[in-house]
């Protein structure tokens, strides 16, 4: 099936460094979203994204929080600065449209030391 | 107040059983029900969905079941594998804002 490429695999920062987490989407979405897992619990929204505009966002999409994909490229989260509680898996997902199905990247695990 | 809630935690069948997930949910502007199933290090995989206007939905051996009045939901699977063995998050859908609610996961076991 259609596959969402998420790079890095792992990213390991200290506390109050700047990451960016990439995602490459399937490649006639045109809506991406972002959810994050702690080790062993629900996977929790975070924000979605379409038309170059973040169309909703959940209380866990603090203000160091941004997205972005400009020009076609990369899908990204940027966290700056990173807090311990950073620490988890993120997964990006795209879908063709709000009606459809998303599919799911392999996840960035994000340890913050 | 978490809008969708999901049992058991944890459950563990012999292979062959049938495999009962359930879950229920609050807002009633959700209008598609996805369930995904996530083995260990992997992403989530879509593995059936259903719509509120209908009740069932079957594909294969995983059937889900929904009451719309009750505001409930429940994955069947039928004679389970041990390959079944993963987490399964059931997930309610709002098209207005494209965002998935997620249930907190129930792991399931098939033992042989």
């Known amino acids: 099936g259609p596959k969402v490429l998420q790079i890095p695999s792992h990213q390991i920062i200290d506390m109050g460094q700047m990451v960016t987490l990439n995602c490459d989407p399937v490649s006639n979405h045109l809506y991406f979203y972002w959810y994050k897992q702690i080790l062993g619990q629900q996977m929790e929204f975070l924000v979605n994204f379409y038309n170059g505009k973040v169309m909703e966002k959940s209380k866990l999409f603090k203000d160091q929080f941004s997205v972005e994909r400009p020009d076609g490229s990369y899908f990204t989260l940027k966290i700056q600065p990173t807090a311990l509680e950073d620490s988890a898996v993120y997964f990006c997902?795209?879908?063709?449209?709000?009606?459809?199905?998303?599919?799911f990247g392999p996840g960035t695990r994000l340890t913050v030391l | 107040q978490q809008q969708v809630r999901q049992s058991p935690q944890s459950l563990t069948v012999w292979e062959g059983e049938t495999a009962i997930l359930n879950c229920s949910y609050e807002d009633s502007t959700f209008d598609y029900f996805p369930w995904y199933h996530q083995f260990p290090g992997e992403s989530p995989a879509l593995l059936i969905a259903?719509?509120?206007?209908?009740n069932k939905k079957e594909d294969g051996r995983f059937t889900i079941f929904f009451n719309k009045r009750e505001k409930k939901f429940s994955l069947h699977i039928a004679d389970s594998q041990p390959g079944d063995s993963a987490t399964y998050f059931c997930a309610a859908h709002n098209t207005n804002t494209g965002k998935l609610t997620f249930g907190d996961g129930t792991v399931l076991t098939v033992k042989p």
């Open positions: 259903i719509r509120p206007v209908s």
């Open positions: 997902a795209s879908s063709r449209d709000r009606d459809y199905e998303q599919y």
